[in-house]
């Protein structure tokens, strides 16, 4: 026999044994979906447009919780305001489980406050918030740094004196130093080749995370890890952030006081030296690398891609623009930095923030949870560590509670009063004891990032508004904006 055909045979039987030896045994007692292929799950009900597209089609005969197999693992979805409310807060304990993205894992491995489980995220996530919360609260608070960074920006759209520019490395770098003054207590230079080089590779990862390539993976990672892929590139990414994370940790222990905590980091190592005689301990290096690692990738990007979208919607609407401008001017002037007090006197600028958070759909199915014990939930079984997708986009886009759920439009959040108006459905950052642990800085910086640019800057497109394409250039784990070029004409 040829040694080509051994070698695919050889392939074929390792692609039935792995998926064979993933498949389950048993369902408890799953809520319907379209019927899996053995091996293959429902992948031929998945659609070109993606899984989002798949899982919407596939709602329309199955209800609003439903089962579909990525490969040989079930996936409860859940879908709509109502389901995904049940679920992550009347239920909050038992979905407090995270599950995987399998083009992440390798990195990931469990460890850090994003995908651990059990004591160690409980640990991590009580350490996290209150370092985080000291640090944005202590002699040089959250709101002030954000100033700073914004009138660092301002000077720096100043150079550009209106010429078309891409705005994506500029968003990128006023996020990062929000988020690495609180992680390694500093902030760096825009044109720091360093800094911009792991701007440049947590951008890349997030939009390899989020493509069609890795969403096919998550169907047949135990197979596909074998062979070269998007999955290599995004392992490459991460290793070399890991790598800086890691030497600024060593300049971290070889410069530490005991009496004076810097930052995120100097406040973890002094943890870990005060339990390092507990053999059971999570303050391990391990789960420092992984945590810094994931607070910098999303305190990062998440907001700067945010600020994207956003500005990419004033190009489209410039009477939007202007009229968070009129009332810029109203509020806060010309003479004095926006602060947060101006939030609750400005309702049309919160809602036209509120609705390009809802708009942009940056994470259509959050980030994957799992139950954490045998739980009923509307009548279905879903055994212990049953992965479950809340499709954050069904609530984002819920004609329940949006009267245009797929037009940019800020009177989604205002009242008949024009004050602001909560609504039960907006969850960008998701819900539950999983809720983004930035949340609280995400709503500042996106406030005080665009006021102070448009109090600054009026801005305009080299392309007619109505020209302007807003479909995402990925749409998968995460919504990537589409490349654009915007000009910042000083007022």
């Known amino acids: 026999m040829e040694p080509s055909v051994l070698l695919l045979l050889a392939l074929l039987v390792g692609f039935v044994l792995l998926l064979v030896r993933g498949y389950p045994k048993s369902h408890g007692h799953l809520p319907p979906g379209p019927r899996p292929l053995p091996l293959l799950g429902n992948l031929l009900q998945m659609d070109r447009g993606g899984l989002l597209k798949s899982f919407m089609r596939i709602r329309e005969k199955y209800g609003d919780v439903f089962t579909v197999h990525l490969g040989p693992r079930p996936v409860v979805m859940l879908y709509g305001t109502e389901a995904i409310r049940e679920a992550l807060v009347d239920q909050a304990e038992a979905f407090s489980g995270r599950g995987t993205i399998a083009v992440v894992e390798p990195i990931f491995r469990d460890y850090g406050v994003v995908f651990a489980n059990g004591e160690r995220w409980k640990a991590l996530r009580r350490f996290s918030l209150v370092t985080m919360r000291d ?271 797929d037009t940019f439009n800020p009177d989604h959040f205002l009242d008949a009063n024009g004050a602001l108006k909560k609504s039960e459905a907006f969850m960008p950052f998701s819900l539950g004891k999983r809720i983004c642990l930035g949340e609280g800085i995400a709503r500042n910086e996106l406030f005080l990032f665009f006021t102070t640019i448009l109090q600054n800057f009026s801005v305009s497109s080299p392309v007619a508004p109505k020209d302007i394409d807003l479909s995402p250039k990925e749409s998968g784990f995460g919504t990537v904006p589409p490349k654009y070029q915007i000009c910042f004409l000083a007022r």
């Open 135 to 405: 640090f944005g609260m202590g002699k040089r608070s959250v709101e002030e740094r954000i100033q700073e960074e914004a009138q660092c920006l301002v000077e720096e759209f100043r150079k550009s004196q209106g010429a078309p520019l891409d705005p994506t490395f500029l968003f990128q770098c006023i996020t990062a130093n929000i988020i690495c003054s609180i992680v390694f207590g500093e902030r760096f230079d825009y044109k720091d080749r360093q800094f911009l080089r792991l701007l440049d590779l947590i951008y890349q990862t997030f939009s390899l995370v989020s493509s069609f390539s890795s969403q096919v993976f998550e169907f047949f990672a135990g197979f596909l890890k074998y062979f070269p892929g998007t999955h290599r590139q995004i392992f490459r990414n991460m290793q070399e952030v890991l790598n800086y994370i890691g030497q600024s940790v060593k300049k971290h222990q070889a410069t530490l006081d005991p009496s004076h905590s810097r930052d995120f980091i100097d406040t973890y190592l002094l943890r870990m030296e005060k339990e390092k005689s507990n053999p059971h301990t999570e303050f391990h290096h391990e789960n420092l690398l992984i945590s810094v690692l994931s607070l910098f990738f999303a305190g990062t990007e998440t907001t700067s891609t945010t600020l994207r979208y956003g500005f990419l919607l004033m190009l489209k609407y410039p009477h939007v623009a202007e009229r968070v401008q009129k009332e810029i001017d109203q509020v806060i002037g010309s003479h004095r930095l926006p602060t947060l007090e101006d939030r609750t006197k400005m309702p049309y600028t919160d809602a036209v923030i509120h609705e390009i958070q809802r708009f942009s759909d940056l994470i259509p199915f959050a980030i994957p949870h799992k139950v954490t014990k045998d739980t009923l939930f509307r009548g279905y079984l879903l055994p212990k560590n049953t992965e479950v997708y809340p499709i954050l986009s069904s609530a984002l886009h819920d004609p329940q509670y949006f009267e245009q759920p």
